[in-house]
């Protein structure tokens, strides 16, 4: 089952990788210039046309683009001069962080008010309920993000300053899996995870309340569906606990529409994970790119746009696995 | 284990739903009985109200309808006026319902046996292991072949007259007083329909278990009801014993129906229809609700209010002019 | 003719005023539409002038949303930067509207490999977070107005289509698809003439919510350098401007065009609320 599913994902990998060809190499203006930096000599260019052959046809090139992606060689950035796939690899783990307790944050508000709100239906909760759901799409994030900090900050000081992942003073610790809440607690520093989990208390807000909003939609709206089920009713008709009706009726069978829409919501995520980088000056791929950006700098955006499209199709993945535990129809049916 | 008097009595019910456009008053002034251990039919065409009665006798309405008058007396109290504790206290063990989309009416993420257990673990003092094994025996109890399968299996993957059968066993679980059935034959094929209905009757003959059979098909009931209650547009026209009923019917729309229903002994072509539709509820109501459907309305039946005439032994008429 | 224009007229006075809400949210679109047609007459100074003020001062008489470091006043550049941004976000989604439901409906109705091809590129947009496409798009097109709407266009042609699609799809086999068919219609009348007005409200709903997320797009592609150029007054971009010295007590240089893109996309996405109660009862929140 789960090898079918990773087949289901192969389309989608290819598009991306042809989409990314295409940005890379196939659109106007001259790629070779793009990658040789805007203080490349015109010979400059010619060597680096040459060598990423961009003077081949189309065909050749996708060919060579895709020999390139298998050796793990994705272009040299040219503001760090290392391999692009490097630098990814180095600052991925600060994005994935960052973007995890985000989410978790969002579910750990958001699924709670959804159930309350349609439990409780036209009470203040409820309407609460609502108004966070309507203005939270409202947002901008960026905005939210800068709010945040000028009044828990610069205002009342409970916040300390965003500049990235742990205090000026601190060395991060040793590397295992990059997430330094994780790594601050296997190397036993309680300061060091205490300093991480400071620094991250703004940048995860700012991400969590994004992704409230349309959660708590979500999740209210499926409660409310599923609150008006049948089985619900007969669940309710053999006079079971209410407790029991909640949770093992009702909201087991929420939840599947919920997590369906986790992959949009994701997408949003992964999306505007990146303003809250360049705010939060968090030193992950997001921030990365637009460095890359600034700098007229190429190869890095498009390695950027590429781990992040990898990134979500594993994670659009998951989701398709998580569906098909809660929901047995779908593995018996297919 | 009987007690004095009717085992459930529904007295005066009226019910509305509050809709964008006006109140629909669904229901108006319904009353009926049904007795310790027997099987009463409750008979009416779709928009008749008598699924929300059940529904409303159970205290599973939905959120919009509104009980505007009434009493449901069940051993003696009034469920209507019960707190929700010693409603779900009655709900699944004393009294109890099948739904008509069987299907529909399960969880369909969790595997049937479960769900049965629910019930039981709820209502009774069961361990997991003994309450299982009572969940095996109830469903063999309903005639399905393989109770072991059918235990772990979801509502999907099981037929609608097995769907059916696990409604059954789910609600007879705790011995209930009163299993009240709506629709219980409706969707299945004719031979499940007989299935259905026998296997019912069975489990309330072996465990003096008072029955409402609800349907719109009179001719099944004919052969299951000791009673039949007659609905129209929300009221009740008539109640009486089955046999009484079907021989002599008293309410022109009694007639009407039984001329209606497909019987052996006539031709397609000779059966009547009603004519007409079920009055729209939003609207000032006539107090017989039938009146423009009745060949045999007179001025004097736009005279409030709708009258109780009794015209025999258990035999009450909802008319002015009976046949 | 005039009996469809009249039910019109009914349906859109019960969709404003039957909700206060969304009675608020047309009363700022109203004004957010003057601003846009008139705002270059109503701002008080020249929204690209510099040191028209003293430099990052704050709200004053003379200067009621302040000044950012260039000295430019910030309320005109507010009010000048309504016209961009609603221009940016209703020519994209009409753009992505028109082609998405096209194809959507083209590959709802024909099926075969319209359908195919439809499925495929939709799928390959929606395989990326769309935002991150979409600086990928513009890294490699180069950040121009018009470029922003195109891509802003592409990454919402996805919902368009699958709606469309979805719609064609359930009344593809309808009675009076039927009787066209038999009444001698061509394939393409039929779609057009018959069955995709029908989508159109699902379609239109969708396209009021569209526009608060369009909006929240460019600004966004703006605030991170991938969006408009300097010195376009565009309220993502004065965001971006303003954001260091959030950190330094100027709040009101990133203020002022935040509260405007919010006050935007809410009423975009009110008026899409109550336009969706309309249409769909049943999903009414």
């Not at chain 1, 991060?172 to 300061?191: C, K, W």
């Not at chain 2, 009055?279 to 039938?290: I, S, T, Y």
């Not at chain 3, 601003?35 to 008080?44: D, N, Q, S, T, V």
């Not at chain 3, 039927?178 to 995709?196: D, F, K, Q, S, W």
Request: hydrophobic share 50%; proline share 7%; with cysteine.
């Amino acid at each position: 089952m789960v090898g079918r599913r990773l087949a289901t994902a192969l389309p989608g990998v290819v598009g991306v990788i042809v989409v990314t060809f295409l940005l890379n190499r196939a659109l106007p203006g001259d790629p070779a210039a793009y990658f040789a930096g805007p203080a490349a000599t015109p010979q400059a260019i010619e060597e680096i046309r040459t060598k990423l052959g961009l003077n081949r046809s189309l065909p050749e090139q996708f060919v060579l683009y895709i020999r390139d992606l298998a050796r793990g060689d994705l272009g040299h950035s040219l503001t760090t001069g290392q391999p692009v796939v490097a630098d990814l690899r180095a600052r991925l783990p600060a994005s994935l962080e960052l973007a995890t307790c985000g989410l978790l944050l969002a579910l750990a508000l958001a699924l709670p008010l959804g159930v309350l709100a349609a439990t409780r239906p036209g009470s203040g909760v409820d309407h609460v309920t609502r108004l966070l759901a309507t203005t939270g799409n409202s947002l901008p994030v960026f905005f939210t993000g800068l709010v945040l900090v000028y009044v828990l900050y610069y205002l009342l000081g409970w916040a300390p300053p965003p500049l990235g992942r742990l205090e000026v003073f601190r060395t991060p610790p040793e590397t295992v899996t990059g997430a330094y809440l994780i790594d601050s607690l296997l190397a036993r520093d309680p300061g060091l995870f205490l300093s991480a989990a400071k620094q991250l208390i703004l940048p995860t807000m700012t991400l969590g309340l994004a992704a409230l909003a349309p959660i708590t939609r979500m999740t209210r709206g499926a409660m409310l569906g599923v609150l008006a089920s049948d089985f619900v009713r007969t669940a309710r008709a053999n006079g079971l606990a209410p407790r029991t009706v909640l949770y093992v009726y009702a909201l087991r069978n929420a939840m599947l529409p919920v997590v369906t829409t986790l992959g949009l919501v994701l997408s949003f995520l992964l999306g505007v994970s990146v303003v809250v980088e360049k705010i939060y000056a968090w030193p992950g791929i997001g921030a990365y790119a637009l460095e890359a950006v600034i700098a007229s700098d190429y190869a890095p955006v498009q390695g950027f746009v590429l781990t992040m499209a990898l990134v979500y199709v594993m994670l659009n993945l998951l989701i398709d696995l998580l569906y098909g535990v809660i929901d047995p129809r779908v593995q018996i049916e297919s | 284990m009987r007690g004095a008097g009717p085992l459930l009595s529904v007295e005066d019910l009226s019910l509305e739903f509050r809709a964008r456009d006006g109140t629909v008053r669904v229901l108006d002034g319904v009353g009926f009985t049904v007795g310790w251990g027997e099987t009463v039919g409750l008979v009416g065409e779709s928009g008749s109200g008598k699924s929300i009665t059940a529904l409303a006798i159970m205290g599973v309405l939905p959120p919009t309808a509104r009980v505007t008058a009434g009493r449901v007396i069940f051993k003696g109290t009034d469920l209507l006026a019960a707190d929700e504790r010693t409603l779900r206290r009655h709900r699944g063990s004393e009294i109890s319902m099948t739904f008509q989309q069987a299907r529909a009416a399960l969880n369909p993420i969790r595997p049937v046996g479960w769900q049965i257990e629910d019930v039981i673990r709820h209502h009774t003092d069961l361990q997991p292991a003994a309450a299982r094994s009572r969940t095996l025996d109830l469903l063999a109890g309903v005639q399905i072949p393989d109770p072991g399968r059918v235990y772990g299996a979801f509502p999907f993957e099981l037929s609608g007259g097995m769907c059916q059968r696990v409604m059954i066993a789910m609600a007879v679980a705790c011995s209930p007083s009163l299993l009240i059935a709506d629709e219980p034959a409706t969707g299945l094929d004719v031979c499940t329909q007989a299935a259905v209905l026998e296997l019912i009757g069975d489990l309330a003959r072996r465990s003096d278990m008072a029955t409402l059979l609800i349907s719109h098909d009179l001719g099944l009931l004919g052969e299951r009801a000791d009673r039949v209650v007659v609905m129209h547009a929300g009221h009740v026209v008539e109640t009486a014993p089955t046999a009484a009923l079907l021989a002599a019917p008293r309410h022109p729309y009694t007639a009407k129906l039984i001329a209606s229903s497909p019987r052996p002994s006539v031709g397609l072509s000779d059966l009547v229809t009603i004519p007409g539709t079920i009055p729209d509820f939003r609207a000032q109501l006539p107090p017989c609700r039938f009146r423009f459907r009745c060949d045999r309305a007179a001025p004097e039946c736009d005279q409030p209010p709708l009258p109780r005439v009794v015209v025999g032994p258990d035999h009450v008429v909802a008319c002015r002019r009976p046949l | 003719m005039s009996a469809a224009v009249l039910r019109l007229a009914r349906a859109g006075r019960y969709v404003v005023l039957g909700n206060p809400l969304t009675f608020g949210a047309f009363l700022m679109l109203a004004g957010l539409v003057t601003l846009a047609l008139f705002g270059h007459w109503i701002a008080p100074y020249d929204p690209l002038a510099t040191a028209v003020g003293p430099r990052l001062a704050p709200p004053s008489a003379t200067h009621w949303f302040g000044t950012d470091n260039l000295g430019r006043d910030i309320l005109s550049r507010v009010i000048v930067a309504t016209r961009l941004d609603l221009l940016i976000a209703i020519s994209a989604v009409t753009l992505s509207f028109a082609a998405g439901s096209a194809a959507g409906a083209s590959a709802g109705f024909y099926g075969g490999w319209t359908e195919r091809i439809v499925t495929r590129i939709v799928d390959t947009i929606m395989a990326f977070p769309l935002f991150v496409l979409a600086m990928g798009i513009m890294a490699a097109v180069g950040t121009s107005v018009v470029n922003i709407v195109l891509t802003v266009a592409l990454i919402n042609f996805p919902s368009y289509a699958r709606i469309a699609r979805a719609e064609v799809n359930v009344r593809r086999n309808a009675g009076y698809v039927e009787a066209a068919r038999l009444a001698g219609n061509t394939p393409g009348r039929i779609l057009a003439v018959h069955i995709y007005p029908n989508c159109l409200p699902t379609l239109i709903v969708q396209a009021s919510m569209n526009m608060g997320w369009a909006i929240l797009s460019a600004a966004g592609l703006s605030f991170i350098g991938l969006g408009v150029r300097p010195p376009t007054a565009e309220w993502g971009i004065m965001v971006s401007d303003g954001s260091a010295f959030m950190m330094s007590g100027e709040w009101w240089v990133s203020t002022f065009p935040g509260i405007a893109l919010m006050l935007a996309v809410l009423s975009f996405n009110l008026m899409g609320d109550g336009l969706r109660d309309l249409i769909d009862p049943r999903r009414r929140s």
